[in-house]
């Protein structure tokens, strides 16, 4: 079921840009199943990221000029530190049924190994 801004609350205008940006990160977000653990965890996340997002105004401002007149603020990118982009990444990797609590799948893997063409397994002496 597609999150929505009511689900990370906030203000809707900014919490409409966070799940935008958190969708580029995580595409999966949208494929949770109501009131599924991942679905849950998603939106812990995002109601922190939306948390660590300041208020417009001064405490957004990262650099002034004078004789330019300029004034830079932090875009909601920002917000997205490296936990939060890891911990939505990690929603979308987790296996969702058939394996274990706290496994996490890698891959698969051949049974035939390729050195044993190379080097043939047996006995030496």
């Given at each position: 079921?597609?999150?929505t801004p009511n689900d990370i609350g906030g203000d809707e205008s900014t919490a409409r840009r966070v799940l935008v940006l958190a969708?580029?990160?995580a595409p999966c977000i949208d494929s949770f199943t109501e009131d599924s653990e991942q679905k849950k965890d998603a939106i812990a996340i995002l109601q922190g990221v939306l948390g660590e997002l300041?208020?417009?105004?001064?405490?957004?401002?990262?650099?002034?000029?004078?004789?330019g007149t300029s004034m830079s603020f932090r875009d909601i990118?920002?917000?997205f530190d490296d936990?939060?982009?890891?911990?939505?990444?990690?929603?979308c990797s987790a296996?969702?049924?058939?394996?274990?609590?706290?496994?996490?799948i890698a891959g698969s893997?051949?049974?035939a190994r390729a050195f044993?063409?190379?080097?043939?397994?047996g006995e030496y002496t």
């Amino acid at each position: 079921m597609t999150m929505t801004p009511n689900d990370i609350g906030g203000d809707e205008s900014t919490a409409r840009r966070v799940l935008v940006l958190a969708r580029s990160i995580a595409p999966c977000i949208d494929s949770f199943t109501e009131d599924s653990e991942q679905k849950k965890d998603a939106i812990a996340i995002l109601q922190g990221v939306l948390g660590e997002l300041p208020a417009p105004g001064s405490k957004r401002t990262t650099q002034l000029s004078r004789n330019g007149t300029s004034m830079s603020f932090r875009d909601i990118a920002s917000a997205f530190d490296d936990d939060a982009r890891a911990s939505l990444q990690a929603l979308c990797s987790a296996p969702t049924s058939g394996a274990q609590p706290g496994t996490v799948i890698a891959g698969s893997f051949p049974k035939a190994r390729a050195f044993e063409r190379v080097w043939p397994e047996g006995e030496y002496t």
